[in-house]
């Protein structure tokens, strides 16, 4: 063979992919899957979501589960299971996202706040007896980022005051409290399904509940209250919504969840990827709040850093900074007690310092399944760029 003639043109030298801040692991097997539903003839809810529904089940322990079209409606229908409406109210986070609230003003009871854990940056138990009213009925807790809620301290206070929960654990499938599984312990649990979380039906979510009674309610929530029997029985007890799941959606869903602990060991893997790389001392001086190395745990659903407060430079221009040197990054989340919505309810600045404080200053870095670790290494050597000149000494 000859060598190869020098080329006339300079080779264009690819500048490193886009790094998006997380990205979807759909395999050839699943897309195959999707395509073979297409072409059987039935394509909203039918066998795919029965087999989803029952391979959920089997990764809880056994408990009831039913899926739906997104995570928000799992927890508005667990809510109104548990009878939850006007004249009652509601414990939750205002650091998630704004579903988690919604969803209480949705069945017409209030949400209460109660501010965070600056640490964990999720709901600050020792602060939840103080917020309780003869009105309370239940509680949302959320596992940000996956890192799991203390369940003993949460189930102690459900217990004493004699609350439902409402577990919102759209972002935590797969993280594990003492070593059981969330979903196989606790109350009701709202997994979401959104193709940001750690498995995926594009959009959908489930409810993990305790008995097959509240498992039945929720499939009439789910499609306009209709119970079926027999060939032509039909009736209507109360009022659904139209939440069902497609066998589409299912069937990504079911080539998802085999996959979904081999998903969340590449995440911890990255995850103590990003822990030594911001250890460098170039990285430590920036005075970044880590999240909890926490890898036993959690699932790693996302990785969050909290910026010093004091930076001249806003988090929007680090922001801009990254995307400009080819590097996604979000904000996971504003503070709930501050949307427009929310202040015209009463709430207003400085109610949640802690909240507000950590929502302010946080930014979530890239991490999905395949990702590497040069990746991270890519992600903290341009953070650090970034901030270094706007250290304060
Ligand atoms: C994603 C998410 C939801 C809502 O899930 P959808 O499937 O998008 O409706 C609720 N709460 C939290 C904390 C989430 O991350």
Not at 274 to 300: H, I, K
Request: charge should be neutral.
């Amino acid at each position: 063979m000859s060598a190869p003639a020098a080329s006339a043109t300079t080779p264009i030298q690819p500048a490193a992919p886009y790094l998006p801040l997380t990205r979807p692991t759909i395999d050839e097997e699943t897309i195959a899957g999707v395509a073979e539903v297409l072409r059987s003839g039935w394509i909203t809810s039918g066998p795919n979501v029965k087999a989803l529904e029952a391979k959920l089940s089997e990764y809880c322990g056994g408990r009831p589960v039913r899926v739906f079209n997104s995570g928000t409606c799992t927890m508005e229908i667990a809510l109104r299971i548990a009878g939850v409406g006007p004249g009652h109210e509601v414990i939750t986070t205002p650091l998630s996202w704004v579903a988690t609230s919604n969803v209480i003003l949705e069945v017409g009871a209030k949400p209460v706040f109660v501010d965070i854990d600056p640490v964990t940056r999720n709901i600050d138990l020792s602060r939840i007896e103080a917020a309780i009213t003869p009105a309370t009925r239940a509680i949302i807790p959320v596992d940000l980022a996956g890192l799991p809620v203390d369940r003993d301290r949460l189930y102690a206070i459900a217990k004493k005051h004699n609350l439902r929960v409402v577990e919102d654990a759209a972002q935590s499938l797969g993280s594990t409290w003492n070593g059981k599984r969330i979903g196989a312990i606790g109350d009701f649990v709202s997994v979401s399904f959104h193709p940001n979380k750690n498995v995926t039906t594009i959009e959908g979510g489930c409810l993990i509940m305790n008995t097959e009674a509240e498992a039945k309610l929720a499939e009439q929530y789910r499609l306009q209250g209709v119970v079926r029997t027999g060939f032509d029985g039909m009736e209507v007890e109360l009022v659904g919504g139209k939440f069902n799941l497609t066998d589409v959606a299912a069937r990504v869903g079911l080539g998802q969840l085999p996959r979904l602990d081999e998903f969340n060991a590449k995440r911890r893997e990255l995850a103590r990827a990003y822990f030594e790389l911001f250890d460098r001392p170039a990285a430590r001086s920036l005075g970044l709040q880590l999240p909890v190395a926490d890898f036993v745990q959690t699932n790693w659903h996302m990785f969050q850093v909290v910026l010093p407060e004091g930076f001249a430079l806003k988090r929007a221009e680090v922001m801009a900074q990254m995307h400009a040197a080819g590097i996604g990054t979000g904000v996971h989340y504003p503070a709930i007690h501050l949307f427009k919505i929310y202040r015209k309810l009463g709430w207003k600045d400085g109610d949640f310092p802690i909240a507000e404080k950590v929502c302010r200053s946080i930014l979530t870095l890239p991490l999905f399944p395949t990702m590497t670790r040069a990746d991270a290494a890519r992600v903290v050597d341009a953070l650090t760029a970034i901030l270094t000149p706007h250290v304060q000494p």
